[in-house]
């Protein structure tokens, strides 16, 4: 049997603290490492700056092969579970339209659609001392939140933009929309959810010089769909004057 | 004294800015009138005039005289600890216990000073307290080069830390840690929704320096629950 290969059985068999971390790097096409290279293939995933929508990937890779994504959700949990993509379908769907905010200073605004963190809650159970959460990708990236961070109205585990199915560029199959947090904070090719007793760092603050907390600051911003005209913003989610705030119904 | 008893509070820590350190901040000597009792851990602000605002800066009082009551402000931002002590289940690095409290609403800010038997300043308060009655743009008085080199995040301190960046009136954190939530209201023109008035510095964030002179005015959504959002609370005389 190919351990790696996402079957829910097998998946399900397989599944337990230490072989949650294990099974994310080596369940994906990961055979090339091009993050130092400027060579990089152009069928890759990659730093795009693309009409409308900038890509960025810290990471270039091919995207997620279906045949062996998986969604693991474990760590300080009562249930730890296995999920394959038409699973995420089963839960409460909500949309919402926000910027994401990236720290190069650019925001782009989508029409973002998927779950609740609150619905992996309700099955997993986590223990009451997990307070911390952290979050891996298809592309070797990982980041980490506080728990609570991520029952925020707003924050969002996105399964389709602008009413299609998430692209390969833009995270395909599952990625996080936080609005409040710059963009490296939004981790696309999720494929592990653990929950910890204690904080770990994320990719970026290891890699770079970006804060583990990543909450947008005020300053200024350049948004693509006003030909990155500078504006101001106050920090937290960017709401620019012709933007639709939502209302105080939370989540709508 | 005859009628009243005057009690000095002489927060000088510099005779002269050209002696000593050349980066600690002269205070204003503030006697406090007889029966007036001040907390510890709050400043007693005098009645009088002080410069509001910049004429330079659109959105500000336009540098105009604006005259206020006596007040107390608290010296420092309101800390984990003490907020802790308000609601005990708010958690937080034993090391971090003097750092400014962050990600409260305005809602919980307002019930944590009632709870204190204070209330939340204004923002024509916290600018008096933060720049004394001489015009000055920041709390410290002279520009200081910005700390930060790129850092994308916000970085607060133990809120008693900076002594040479107090204001003239000794209050800490007016330039720099959080922002701070005041009463005020603000609508954006052609715009909808209520917002409060942040009032604060962020020096030691990745930002320039423009978004800490005491003059400068953010507002944001009363639920926001931020990083660089805490508050301080005031009270009457």
Request: aromatic share 14%.
């Amino acid at each position: 049997m190919d351990p790696f290969k996402f079957d829910r059985r097998n998946f399900l068999e397989i599944f337990s603290l230490t072989t949650l971390s294990a099974l994310v790097p080596k369940k994906i096409g990961w055979a090339d490492d091009f993050r130092n290279d400027k060579n990089i293939p152009k069928q890759y995933v990659q730093n795009r700056d693309t009409p409308g929508f900038h890509i960025r990937s810290a990471n270039p890779f091919l995207g997620v092969d279906m045949q062996n994504w998986g969604l693991a959700i474990g760590g300080m949990v009562k249930n730890p579970i296995g999920l394959a993509y038409e699973d995420l379908f089963g839960l409460k769907m909500h949309s919402q339209i926000s910027r994401l905010k990236c720290v190069e200073c650019w925001s782009a605004k989508a029409k973002w659609e998927g779950f609740r963190f609150e619905e992996l809650l309700k099955q997993v159970q986590p223990d009451p001392s997990a307070k911390f959460v952290y979050i891996q990708s298809a592309d070797s990236y990982y980041e980490s939140f506080a728990l609570e961070e991520l029952l925020q109205p707003r924050v969002l585990f996105v399964l389709r933009m602008d009413g299609q199915p998430l692209s390969r560029d833009h995270g395909f199959p599952l990625r996080l929309i936080m609005p409040f947090k710059y963009g490296y904070k939004n981790i696309k090719y999720i494929t592990s959810i653990k929950f910890l007793d204690s904080p770990k760092r994320n990719y970026w603050a290891s890699n770079g010089p970006y804060s583990v907390d990543g909450t947008i600051q005020p300053g200024v911003d350049h948004p693509l769909d006003l030909d990155k005209k500078p504006l101001p913003i106050n920090g937290g989610e960017v709401f620019h004057f012709f933007d639709e705030r939502p209302g105080k119904k939370k989540g709508v | 004294m005859k009628g009243h008893i005057f009690i000095t509070f002489l927060f000088l820590l510099l005779i002269s800015l050209s002696s000593c350190d050349s980066r600690s901040v002269k205070q204003i000597s503030v006697e406090v009138p007889a029966g007036t009792v001040v907390p510890d851990g709050m400043v007693y602000i005098p009645a009088g005039e002080f410069i509001m605002g910049d004429a330079e800066e659109p959105g500000t009082q336009g540098g105009k005289l604006v005259k206020t009551v006596a007040y107390l402000i608290d010296l420092y931002e309101v800390t984990h600890e003490d907020y802790k002590k308000f609601r005990p289940e708010h958690s937080f690095h034993p090391k971090r216990a003097s750092w400014p409290v962050a990600l409260v609403p305005y809602a919980d800010a307002e019930s944590f000073c009632q709870a204190e038997g204070k209330r939340l300043p204004s923002e024509t308060e916290w600018e008096k307290a933060a720049r004394g009655t001489d015009g000055r743009k920041w709390p410290w008085k002279i520009y200081i080069d910005h700390p930060n080199n790129g850092f994308s995040g916000f970085m607060p301190e133990p809120v008693d830390k900076r002594q040479d960046w107090i204001s003239p009136y000794g209050v800490y954190g007016m330039g720099h840690n959080v922002w701070e939530w005041t009463t005020d209201d603000y609508t954006p023109v052609g715009r909808e929704g209520k917002f409060k008035i942040l009032r604060g510095g962020l020096l030691q964030s990745h930002l320039t320096i423009k978004f800490s002179p005491v003059w400068f005015r953010n507002w944001m959504n009363p639920d926001g629950k931020l990083n660089f959002i805490g508050f301080r609370c005031a009270k009457d005389v």
